[in-house]
C-alpha cells in the first residue's frame, strides 16, 4: 500500500476523477499528444497569416493598405481571443475541454477558407495586375464569407492557445526531480514544435497555396487539425487533469469591483484590521501605493461576520495579498507599454514586406520563391540567434559575475533596437525598389531588382524577435504575483495583439494625413504608386522614441518583493498610511 502511494501524483487526477498514478498517466506520451495540437495550430496560422495580402491583392483586389490592416486586424483578434480562451478555460471548461472543443473550432474555420478560396462565386473576376485600377473588388459578400471563415479561425486559435502549453505542463510533476527537469525539456521542445510548424508552414504550405491552390493549402491545414484532434482525444485515459485556480482575470476584476463598491467607505485607524485570508499560508506586505484599491480589503458593517465565513463574496470583500497582486501587476504596465511598438514593427513582415517581395525578383535559377516564403529568412535568424546565444554567448556569461546572463529588461532593450535598424533597413531597400519601379513604370509586374534586397529587414526583425519573445515572456511571468502567474503569458500576448492593431491604426491615420488635401499618399493603392519608405521611416523614428521611453521605464522599475510566510494565526504586519478623506 505505501509502496502504491509512492506513485501517486498529490495534484493532479486521471480522467475517472481519481488520483493519478505516475506508471499509467502524464509523462512524455501524454505532452507528445497535446503537441500534435500545437504543431497543427503552427502550421495553419503561420501559412494564413504570411501568404493573407498576397490573396487580398493579386485575388480580392483590395488596395494594398486595406489588404494589410485586415492581415493584421485578424492577427491582433486571434491574439486577444486567447485572453477570452485562457477566462473560459481557467472557470468553466478546464483545459482538455478548451482544447478539445477549440480544436475543431479551428479545422472548420480551415475547410471554410478552403471553400470560400475555392468557389469563383466568392471571389471577383480575375484581371491583370498591370490594370488593377480597372480590377472588381470583391463585394461584401465575398469579403463577408472570407472574413467570417477567417475569424472562425482566429476564435480556433485562441481556445488553442490559451491553454495547450499550460495543458502540456500538467502532464509533469513539479514536486518529483526527474519530472520536474521534464518540464523544463517541455519548453524547450514546445519552442522547438513551434519554429518547426512556422518553418513547415511558410516553405511548403505557402508553395502549395501559390502553385497549387489556395484551397488546397487551406484544406490540408483542416484535415491535419482534425486528425491532431482525434489522436489529442484518444488520449483522454493518458493524462493528468489539475484542478483550475480560477481566472487571474477574473480575480483582478473583483478587486476592481469591491474597491469601487466602497470608495465611500474610511480607512480604518488601524490598517492591520483590513480583511487576510486566514487559510492563506503565503502573504504580501501591504505597501502605501494606490490605496485607493486598498478599500477592496476594508471590513465594513456588511461584511460582518467574517471571521466566521470561510470564504467571503470576493466581489464585495478582498484579501490584502489579493489586492497587493493587483498593485503588483499595475507596476508592470509602464514595460508593457513599452513593448508593444515591436510587434507593430513586426507585423510588417507579413504584410507591406510580402507585398514588396511580390514586386521583385525572386528566382534561384529555374525555381521562384513565394513572395510569402521570405519569412523563413526571419524564422532562421530567431533559430540563429537562439543556438549563437546558448553556445556561444552563454558560456561567456558563465566566466563572469554574470553567470545568468543577460536580464529579460536587457534582452528586450536589444529586441527594440534591433527593430529600430530594421526599419531603417526597410526604408533603405524600399527607396531603391521605387527609383527602380519610376525608371521602369509603376505598372510592372516584376521589378529588375532582386528581391534578396529585403533580407536585412526580415533578419533583423528576426533577431530582435529571438531577444524580446524570451525577455518578455520571462519578464511578465517571473514578475507576476504568485497566484497570477498565468495573467503573465495574458500581458504578454496582448502586447502582441495591441502591436498588429496599432499597425492597423498608424496604416489610418497617414493614410488620411497623406492622401488628403491633394497630397502623395504614402500607401497608394498600388504599392509601386506610393511611398513606403516613408512609412517606413516613420516606423523607425516612433520604434526609436519608444525605446527611450522604455529605458525610462526600465531603469524606475523595481522587482517585485516576494511573498512572506505567515502562520495562520499570525496578524498581517502592515504600516499604517495616513487617513485618507471619504471619497
Known sequence: MEENQTQLVSDAVDYKGNSADRNTSGGWVAAALILGVEICERLSTMAIVVNLVTYLVGTMHLPSATSSNVSTNFGGTSYMLCLLGGILADTFLTRYWTIAIFAVINAMGTCLLAISTGLPQLRPPPCSPAQSNECVEANSLQMG?????????????????????????????????????????????????????????????????????????????????????????????????????????????????????????????????????????????????LRCLDKAAVITSKDAGISESPTPNPWSLCSVTRVEEVKMLTGLLPIWATTIMFWTVYAQMASFSVQQALTMERSIGNFEIPPASFNVFMIGSIMLTLAIYDRLIMPLFRKTRKPQGLTNLQKIGFGLFFSIIAMAAAAFAEMKRLSVAKTKGTTTLTLPVSGFLLLPQFILVGIGDA????????????????????????????????GLFGSSILVEIV??????????????????????????????????????????????????????????NDKVNVDVPPKEESA
Open 145 to 289: 464569407v472570407f472574413s467570417c471563415a477567417l475569424y472562425l479561425y482566429g476564435l480556433g486559435l485562441g481556445g488553442i492557445k490559451s491553454s495547450v502549453s499550460g495543458f502540456g505542463t500538467d502532464q509533469f510533476d513539479k514536486n518529483d526531480k526527474k519530472e520536474k527537469q521534464q518540464m523544463a525539456s517541455f519548453f524547450d521542445i514546445f519552442y522547438l514544435i513551434i519554429n518547426i510548424g512556422t518553418l513547415l508552414a511558410v516553405t511548403v504550405l505557402v508553395y502549395i497555396q501559390d502553385k497549387v491552390g489556395r484551397s488546397w493549402g487551406y484544406g490540408i491545414c483542416s484535415v491535419t487539425m482534425l486528425l491532431a484532434a482525434f489522436i489529442f482525444l484518444s488520449g483522454t485515459k493518458k493524462y493528468r487533469y489539475k484542478e483550475s485556480p480560477g481566472s487571474p482575470v477574473v480575480q483582478i476584476l473583483q478587486v476592481l469591483v469591491a474597491a469601487i463598491r466602497k470608495r465611500n467607505v474610511d480607512f480604518p485607524s488601524n490598517i492591520s484590521h483590513l480583511y487576510e485570508d486566514p487559510a492563506q499560508e503565503l502573504r504580501l506586505s501591504h505597501t502605501n501605493k
Open 511 to 568: 493614410r488620411n494625413v497623406t492622401g488628403t488635401n491633394g497630397g502623395h499618399d504614402w500607401l497608394a493603392h498600388r504599392i509601386n504608386d506610393g511611398r513606403l519608405d516613408y512609412f517606413y521611416g516613420l516606423l523607425a523614428v516612433l520604434s526609436l522614441i519608444n525605446l527611450g521611453l522604455f529605458l525610462v521605464c526600465a531603469k524606475r522599475y523595481k522587482p517585485n518583493p516576494g511573498e512572506v510566510a505567515l502562520r495562520t
Open 467 to 498: 531577444f524580446i519573445y524570451a525577455g518578455q515572456l520571462d519578464f511578465f511571468i517571473t514578475e507576476s504575483p504568485r497566484g497570477m502567474k498565468a495573467i503573465g503569458t495574458g500581458l504578454f500576448l496582448t502586447t502582441i495583439a495591441l
